[in-house]
């Protein structure tokens, strides 16, 4: 990290963080000149600030054995923090804040980021000797989250902080995250002031449309044009340049002007630039795009877009966009990075905030979902993406999130693996796109195919309670489209219970199990009175009203009938109005038809199941970490540029994390083959050795019981397979079981990615496969979603395996890939299951050179 990293602070602030350098000599002398007489006592133990520039002396020297992170908040250093280490665990802490920096939470910042940066370099234990009297940072000390344990000496209180993360500093670093994350874009998002530079005259300008929208939107607050080519616009006076102290400023001028325009807005103390303008990073010009970023950051002001539509706040009254039509106030909040699917989205959904994120330079889904957890307005987020900035943190904080709010995601481009040059059934499976699915479901999110779907399920969730549980009553005056809604459901593993009888009183051709047909000439207060009698079944979950117009009551007071009935029936009501769309008394969704209003419900059922379901706790196994990580490192030392490793690297490695493969034995000739043979004990396997697929090229033998049969299989394979045929591997033949496959990917920007399916030569040829983000919580739940599950647990008679030790594998290997980045693709296949356990036979690992990803608990923008 020598080029540093941006952070929010508490009070929503932006600092930038990097390593000390010897040329910050005399920024920490200033520093010091600033901090008051009481500061550089408290930090020294001495009056005067004498010993306070000798040290900073010390520090910038190039004898200096310590560890020094330094802070920056408008290009001025305003905060250093240290250990220096006392033995091979031990490390002494120190931290000096500005005067003027107090109260933005640096100080805590700052000591968690030195204490991980220690406990990374092997520092256990970090020790602080504290004046009594300096209250402010004992207590800071004490709530970082970490053990620490004191005593008195004199004035000086003496702190030994253990390094060691624990489950307090995970909750004290979210919180304050989701703390800094909120307060960084109040002023953005709920402005009190909002300035529009490049305010036209010209009606069909953007300047001029974002400026009438605000007006006829009714934003309470002061708004100022900014054209200094015109004295008023819209009937409001114009500036030359953007006022002190506005919150929001909106951009509309050419790409040329952007950075001057950012420039002026950081001088005037804005909080927040929506930058409309185009011709940055889309166009091929990301220097650019960072320049701006740039001076955002320095400023401390927070960036939304370049390039997109603008924001709109439903409940403030603010609509600061250039969008041809005004947002209808709803629950649902939205980010989108497509200005043409929001502006779609926008006639069809109603909003409680809507931000139009365009290039993404700085504010993301991972602020926003921050922002509107805690948004009173706001009951469902909907997010449609074109890429992840960080998909780890958007884990981390979607699953928070979505168990009090349900987040919904569209994410374009679900191509293949393209042009990656891979080898492994993993890696050629474990497609981008999967690994999205993995991680999203991983965080509880509800992910969609189409905008269509995203509009379907979120106005259910937005108006309707969750379902308790996942059992439908279909109530109509259609047979044809009830048997219709009733099919889906069983397609998409709703119920459709019997309903007891004698529940609703017989009509002339009415069906009264469930589906509930009451005919074509049901009257609307009929229907809302079966709509009520079935919601208070207890074993029905959810009601879905089947209704065809304009038989009946007709269209209007049907939906009138609905509407009441469900607002007494306590339970999930939705409705299937054929052929129309919409909300019934603006609150039962209805759909045009019942695949729409099924899809949509049996995602709300999932989601519920979801939160009902214990956060997974990760299950223990012992590992050799350490011992893992010297064989990669070995093996990068020999092939900088990475690749496959050796047979007995690759067994020595997965030994280091409980997983042990067959007896094997190497041979270069038949001559070898058949010592091998000899050794590990007759029946064995032969298998060819070299950059190929064995099953594709004659390059596995089996049940080969004679030396003469052994000798023959390895000349008759050598000849098919020709120069590309380096060896062989000899095994003992194993029992019958089911073949399996284990795998594993590492992505550089999604992280590890952990495979379980069938194995051998059927493992490209069925795609039968599940995925799951390390740590493997629930390995029985990813067996059990594969067809070939029943395999496992005894089918037509067969025996059930030891399904615990696959199970154990995969806990393990996903241990590996969190591990060790550098582990690029993992395959063990065939992992043979019998009753006796789980085998592996055959395993192959690519490493890579990879950086180990920044802990989560680095408090970071991206």
Not at 67 to 76: E, N, P, Y
Not at 145 to 170: F, K, M, N, Y
Not at 833 to 848: L, M, Q
Request: glycine share 10%; with cysteine; net charge negative.
């Amino acid at each position: 990290m020598p080029e540093g990293y941006d952070v929010l602070l508490r009070d929503g602030g932006i600092a930038h963080v990097r390593p000390l350098l010897p040329t910050d000599r005399d920024a920490l002398h200033e520093l010091v000149d600033r901090s008051s007489e009481r500061s550089a006592y408290l930090r020294f133990f001495t009056g005067g600030r004498s010993t306070a520039h000798a040290y900073m002396d010390r520090v910038t020297s190039d004898k200096y054995q310590g560890h020094a992170l330094v802070a920056a908040m408008r290009d001025r250093l305003v905060g250093v923090a240290e250990y220096i280490p006392l033995d091979e665990h031990r490390a002494d802490l120190g931290i000096l804040i500005d005067d003027a920096a107090h109260g933005h939470g640096l100080g805590t910042l700052l000591l968690e980021h030195i204490a991980l940066d220690a406990a990374a370099h092997g520092v256990r234990e970090l020790e602080a000797d504290v004046l009594a009297e300096n209250r402010t940072m004992i207590k800071v000390l004490r709530d970082l989250g970490l053990d620490v344990t004191q005593h008195t000496e004199g004035g000086t209180l003496h702190l030994r902080i253990s390094a060691e993360p624990t489950s307090e500093l995970w909750a004290g670093v979210e919180s304050r995250d989701h703390q800094a994350g909120c307060a960084s874009l109040a002023r953005v998002l709920a402005p009190r002031s909002v300035a529009v530079i490049g305010a036209s005259r010209n009606e069909h300008a953007v300047g001029h449309k974002v400026l009438r929208n605000l007006i006829d939107g009714g934003f309470p607050g002061p708004i100022h044009p900014v054209n200094p080519h015109a004295a008023e616009v819209a009937g409001l006076a114009c500036h030359d340049r953007v006022p002190e102290g506005v919150d929001l400023a909106v951009v509309a001028v050419p790409a040329a002007r952007v950075l001057e325009v950012a420039r002026d807005c950081a001088k005037a103390g804005v909080a927040g630039l929506v930058v409309l303008t185009s011709g940055f990073a889309e166009t091929g010009q990301p220097g650019t795009e960072s320049e701006l970023l740039h001076v955002c950051r320095s400023a401390g002001m927070r960036l939304i877009g370049p390039n997109c539509l603008g924001i709109v706040n439903t409940a403030a009254h603010l609509n600061a966009s250039f969008l041809p039509h005004h947002p209808v106030q709803g629950r649902v909040a939205l980010m989108s990075q497509s200005g043409a699917i929001a502006a779609a989205l926008l006639q069809r959904l109603d909003v409680s905030m809507f931000v139009s994120v365009g290039n993404k330079a700085d504010v993301s889904s991972n602020d926003l979902l921050q922002c509107w957890e805690d948004d009173p307005h706001t009951d469902v987020i909907a997010l449609y993406l074109e890429s992840f900035g960080n998909p780890r943190k958007f884990v981390r904080i979607a699953r928070r999130v979505g168990a009090r709010k349900p987040v919904l995601l569209v994410k374009s481009g679900r191509g293949e693996a393209g042009g990656r040059a891979v080898r492994s059934h993993t890696a050629a499976a474990a497609t981008p796109d999967v690994a999205v699915d993995a991680l999203v479901r991983a965080a509880g999110v509800i992910r969609l195919d189409s905008v269509p779907e995203l509009i379907d399920t979120a106005r259910l969730l937005a108006f309707q309670p969750l379902p308790r549980g996942s059992r439908v009553a279909v109530v109509g005056n259609s047979g044809g489209p009830e048997a219709m809604a009733a099919d889906a459901c069983e397609r998409r593993g709703l119920t459709v219970p019997e309903l007891p009888s004698g529940l609703l009183h017989a009509r002339a051709a009415a069906a009264l199990g469930n589906p509930v047909d009451l005919t074509a000439d049901a009257t609307a207060a009929e229907l809302g009175s079966a709509v009520r009698a079935v919601a208070a079944v207890p074993d029905v979950d959810a009601v879905l009203v089947v209704y065809t117009p304009p038989f009946g009551s007709g269209l209007e007071e049907t939906r009138r009938a609905i509407a009441e009935a469900a607002k007494e029936a306590g339970k999930t009501v939705l409705a299937c109005v054929v052929g129309h769309d919409g909300l019934i008394g603006g609150r039962v969704p209805s759909y045009a038809f019942p695949e729409q209003a099924v899809q949509a419900l049996a995602r709300a059922v999932r989601y519920a199941e979801w939160r009902r379901t214990p956060e997974p706790v990760a299950i223990p196994v012992p590992v050799d970490r350490e011992a893992g990580r010297q064989v990669v490192a070995a093996a990068l030392e020999a092939h900088p540029q990475g690749g496959w490793l050796s047979p007995e690297a690759t067994a020595r490695l997965l030994s280091c994390y409980g997983v042990t493969l067959t007896e094997s034995a190497e041979a270069c000739g038949p001559d070898e083959a058949a010592r091998a043979a000899a050794r590990v004990g007759f029946p064995v396997v032969l298998k060819a050795v070299g950059p190929v697929h064995k099953s594709d090229v004659g390059g596995v033998r089996l049940d080969l019981r004679t030396e003469d049969e052994l000798r023959h299989a390895y000349h008759e394979m050598s000849e098919r397979i020709g120069p590309a045929m380096t060896g062989a591997i000899v095994q003992p033949m194993l029992p019958a079981g089911v073949e399996m496959i284990v795998g594993g990917v590492n992505y550089p920007v999604f992280g590890p990615l952990v495979m379980a399916g069938m194995g051998g030569v059927t493992a490209d040829l069925l795609a039968d496969r599940a995925f799951r983000v390390p740590p493997v919580t629930d390995p029985a739940g990813m067996l059990d979603e594969l067809r070939c599950a029943p395999l496992l647990h005894g089918y037509r008679g067969s025996p059930a395996v030891d399904v615990k030790s696959l199970e154990d594998q995969l806990i393990r290997i996903g241990r590996l890939l969190e591990d060790l980045p550098q582990v690029a693709e993992l395959d063990l296949n065939p992992v043979i299951v019998t009753t006796g356990g789980a085998t592996t036979v055959d395993a192959r690992i690519r490493v890579a050179p990879a950086q180990a990803p920044p802990t989560a608990l680095l408090r970071r923008l991206r």
